[in-house]
């Protein structure tokens, strides 16, 4: 199983660009969610989804779109890149719900400038 | 306050040594109870659940306090691969998982 993975993993956008960062799993895990990291901070929830087409909002869904049209897939998308999105951005998947072991994907490192 | 709480560190100690981390919540209702290890520039990773009861795995125990709302972290005969961010992690029920910021670890020869 490759687990989690992530693409791209680094990606410079300039501000105004869109963007959308592709997160899959091999694992048939019904809960994927979406995470930034940044200096100082711990990792904030962007957007979560509990199953395909199911989608919710998190601690810091501002400037971003989530879709989850299969079990593998959960894009996020960057409508209008900010410099205040650069960060280090998680995908995780669990069998159910957050109570459960998350599996983290490698991370896609985001500069806008 | 923040949800989750823990001292940055970092904590820099010999090998051979024993470290202990705490951390603290806010949620009185929060239900699962984590410590995730991130290495520098790498995703976070499970290193174990926590329970009611404390548990061990190896050189790792887990403690936990209701009454107080805190976790605690027992690293025994630390190695220079446990150099490294343990994050402590909340679930205060459904599927918010709140994070603490961190405290790293650096353990010297």
């Known amino acids: 199983n490759a687990g989690v993975t992530q693409t791209p993993k680094f990606q410079v956008l300039k501000t105004g660009q869109s963007m959308t960062l592709q997160c899959a799993q091999d694992m048939n895990h019904e809960y994927m969610s979406w995470y930034r990291q940044d200096p100082g901070m711990g990792l904030r929830l962007i957007h979560y989804s509990v199953g395909a087409g199911i989608t919710d909002q998190g601690e810091v869904p501002n400037g971003y779109n989530v879709s989850r049209s299969t079990t593998e897939d959960f894009p996020l998308r960057l409508l209008s890149a900010a410099p205040s999105q650069t960060s280090v951005y998680f995908c995780a998947s669990s069998y159910s719900t957050g109570g459960e072991t998350q599996y983290f994907g490698p991370g896609t490192r985001l500069l806008v400038l | 306050r923040k949800e989750v709480e823990q001292d940055p560190g970092p904590f820099n100690v010999p090998e051979g040594a024993t470290v202990a981390f705490n951390c603290t919540y806010s949620?009185?209702?929060?239900?699962?109870f984590f410590w995730y290890r991130q290495d520098c520039r790498k995703e976070p990773k499970l290193l174990m659940s926590?329970?009611?009861s404390g548990n061990e795995d190896g050189r790792f125990t887990a403690q936990l306090n209701r009454a107080s709302q805190y976790i605690s972290l027992l690293i025994r005969d630390s190695k220079l691969s446990d150099s490294a961010t343990y994050l402590c992690?909340?679930?205060?029920?459904?599927?918010?998982?709140?994070f603490g910021k961190g405290t790293s670890l650096l353990v010297t020869p």
């Open positions: 926590v329970y009611s």
């Open positions: 949620n009185s209702a929060s239900q699962s």
């Open positions: 992690v909340v679930n205060r029920g459904g599927y918010a998982l709140n």
